[in-house]
């Protein structure tokens, strides 16, 4: 069998986390589902959840060097179970996943690593907190200080994070719903990072200062059969106000929408069904795919209306499971940064 079929056939359920759909509206029979009104347990929850299906820790970061340029970092850690259960050793059902990237205004640089669980290889502490896999690591004392280093073929990173503000919590408390059927996750963020550190590309190495989102979610059936993949916004306007916001594209051309409105101080507002709204305005060609690279974002609640546009039009996350991931810009209505994830665009 080819190596990387053998690979993506073990990791199947992890590459459909990495998707947005084709494994995430399935059955997940003997796996733990969340529940509403959830009581989390901090540094705990911080850690894996093995007896849940699918979780990840998502870290996104728009950035400048001396110059002004923008730059965008991602590090992604997935966990998905073939079982909700935890052994040592090689057969250990934990499969880990790891993705990371950055972005420049003219390049877009992406590897990935795989690891099975049980041997050491990946996996999360919650206290001290250190997720990892390989060499790639996102590690400090606590949650709101932290240390992110990994590299790939042709790039490197090396920062350090400190929060300045509080947790938020998206949906009903963290009960995140993703469809009118009732499919829904756990899912918190820590969305006040202050970062500064270096990256490194073909060229040198950048000194980078900027901002980053941390975001937190594990399920086990978190979208439903007809949801076919999803546009996740991370905004932070100028004025200290944030704003995350997704739809979830159905197959009969309908989506689900959901979102949060955050303010300096950490303050959240839900954003139900319809609240929130993003328009695709224009399309770039990626990687043979029509994908939507400029949209108007909507919160008539919060008199939002922007236009938001990828800094590189072309940040394909081309690995065994692709996909769009990168930074933008707000050039409309508003002022500020942020990033967008889009999924299921064949």
Same mark, same amino acid.
């Given at each position: ?29 003997? #796996? ?122 042709? #790039? ?80 932070? #306007? ?7 916001? #997704? ?100």
């Amino acid at each position: 069998m080819n190596v990387k079929i053998l690979i993506t056939f073990l990791l199947l359920p992890v590459c459909a986390v990495a998707q947005g759909f084709a494994g995430l509206g399935t059955q997940a029979e003997g #796996f733990a589902m969340p529940a509403p009104a959830p009581q989390f347990d901090f540094p705990a929850d911080h850690g894996a959840h093995p007896d849940y299906r699918i979780e990840w820790w998502y870290l996104t970061a728009n950035m400048t060097g001396p110059d002004g340029t923008p730059y965008g970092l991602q590090w992604t850690l997935f966990r998905s179970a073939l079982a909700p259960e935890t052994t040592e050793g090689w057969d250990s059902p934990q499969i880990w996943f790891g993705h990371a990237a950055v972005t420049t205004p003219e390049a877009h640089f992406a590897t990935e690593r795989y690891a099975r669980g049980g041997i050491g290889q990946a996996g999360v502490q919650a206290d001290p907190f250190t997720a990892w896999i390989d060499e790639w690591q996102l590690a400090g004392t606590g949650i709101d200080r932290l240390r992110l280093t990994a590299s790939g073929p042709d #790039f490197a990173y090396d920062v350090a994070l400190e929060a300045q503000g509080p947790l938020v919590f998206h949906g009903d408390g963290g009960y995140s719903v993703k469809s009118a059927q009732g499919q829904a996750s756990y899912y918190y963020s820590q969305p006040f990072f202050e970062l500064a550190g270096t990256i490194t590309l073909p060229t040198g190495k950048v000194d980078v200062t900027g901002t980053a989102w941390l975001d937190r979610e594990w399920s086990s059936q978190p979208l439903a059969a007809d949801q076919t993949g999803w546009d996740w916004f991370s905004l932070s #306007f100028d004025t200290g106000n944030k704003l995350m916001g #997704f739809r979830l594209r159905q197959s009969d051309g309908s989506y689900y929408t959901s979102g949060t409105w955050i303010t300096p101080d950490g303050h959240t507002t839900a954003l139900p069904d319809g609240s929130f709204d993003a328009e695709p305005l224009a399309t770039t060609a990626v990687a043979g795919r029509d994908i939507p690279t400029r949209w108007r974002v909507q919160v008539p609640s919060r008199d939002v209306d922007t236009i938001v546009e990828a800094v590189n039009p072309q940040s394909w996350m081309d690995l065994s499971v692709p996909y769009w991931e990168g930074p933008v810009r707000m050039v409309g209505g508003a002022s500020g940064v942020g990033y967008l994830e889009m999924t299921g665009y064949e």
